[in-house]
């Protein structure tokens, strides 16, 4: 019975004893102690130690390696006693020690931050050793540094208070909310007209692609009708060639006739100038004959009236025979037959201006041209029609010369033209636009020059009558 009760009492002090060792490890083990791995001791120097306790963590480059041992108030500070847990942790000697609070409502720690990497030398220093303080590369047992009190939440809180507090900052902030409100309006109106300017943008985009679409339709219409004045030209070639061919001999034919009439037209010319400076001395010696009246009728001289009535007699027998001779040649079966000859040219140089029109007028198309021929063909009709008097027979002549040098220009230019849309047409069908056409079809000014008379100019695009 004794012992059974010993037994029981020995395993409950046992057991009791367990639980003391338990507890005492778990609290050695909560203050950062161990067994086997011996620590040393780094004495730190706090001027505001605000916040931090004994127990407190020391961390190195963020991770737990100590704690705070104890705290000595001085009168210029507070040392702190850290103890760091394993001399198998080498920290730089120039190691920045600083208070950092975690939180609103976290405890404050001790943080070290290094400013370098250690090399192999101080890697392999023991900082127990006595050699290790002569080194000062690593933090040996029982140095001393200075610390920082590090930045404090509640001290940051009141500059952040008395900051808010001070009227000038608060103006500040509200001159600079009307400022960002002001921006803001003016971003919106600048939105607004960004966004106008997008929608005319756009527009006008629209408008350039109507107006390329309509410049490419115009690009083909050209081609179309380019491709077609080649066709034309191409097919009325043989009739152009044809027309030119009636043209040079019609050419031919009214020169041969003016230059066989010219001698008879420069006849007549000669006589009616005589005749005309005839009558002109007449009307002097008239008007001479009646102021002598009308300053003589007091004193008449007889005999004087009669001479002067004699000589008046004589020159009118002269003029009267001068107008028989000019009867005498207009009566001559000769001459007549030549103004008729004459006409019937001037009526087939009309119908071929005509056709040469029509034929014209189809291959270029251009109104200025179809202008000049038709005032041409007028001054035909004209001439055709002025056979009322002896004068207009005349310009008749003189209008026949010119006429037959104007479309021996105008046969020139028409072959000329032939052979460039010829040569054209071959190079470069595509290539000849209605606009060329025009150019090449534009009346030009000739100049006209017969022996013993003055040089005449005149224009192509004039008519062919009598001013």
Known sequence: ???????????????????????????????????????????????????????GPVRYRGVPVGRVAKLIPGSNGILAQLEISSTQLRIPADVQVEISRYGLLGEAAIEMIPDRQLSEAALAIDPLSADCTESGKILCNGDELV????????????????????????????????????????????????TALSKTANQQVR????????????????????????????????????????????????NQLVGENRAQVNLTLKSIETTNQDLQAIGREINTAVATINHGLAA????????????????????????????????????????????????????????ITSDVEQLTGDPAFRDNLRKLVDGLGQLVSSTENLQEQVYTAHTLERSSQQLRFQLDHQQQLALYYQRWGAVNPMGTSQGQWGQLAQPAKIKLSHPGESNLTENFSAPAGKN
């Open 1 to 55: 019975m004794l012992r059974p009760r010993t037994i029981k009492e020995g395993s409950v002090g046992l057991f009791a004893l367990l639980g003391l060792f338990i507890i005492g490890g778990i609290a050695l083990w909560l203050r950062g102690g161990g067994f086997g791995n011996p620590g040393y001791q780094v004495l730190v120097r706090f001027t505001d130690a605000s916040g931090l306790q004994v127990g």
């Open 147 to 194: 610390g920082q009190s590090g930045s404090q939440l509640t001290n940051s809180v009141a500059r952040l208070a008395q900051a808010y507090s001070d009227p000038q900052f608060v103006a500040d902030i509200n001159a600079t909310v009307k400022s960002a409100n002001l921006a803001a309006a003016r971003i919106a109106t600048m939105s607004e007209e960004i």
């Open 207 to 254: 408008g350039f692609g109507r107006t390329s679409e309509a410049i490419a339709n115009a690009a083909d219409n050209a081609s179309l009708l380019t491709s077609r004045v080649n066709q034309v030209v191409l097919t009325n070639q043989d009739h152009i060639n044809r027309t030119i061919e009636e043209a040079s001999l019609l050419m031919v034919n009214l």
């Open 300 to 355: 008449i001289d007889t005999q004087k009236l009669t001479r002067d009535l004699a000589l008046l007699m004589e020159n009118a027998a002269v003029t009267s025979n001068n107008i028989r001779q000019i009867s005498a040649d207009l009566s001559n079966p000769t001459l007549l037959l030549t103004l008729q000859q004459t006409l019937d040219a001037a009526r087939l140089t009309f119908e071929n201006a005509q056709k």
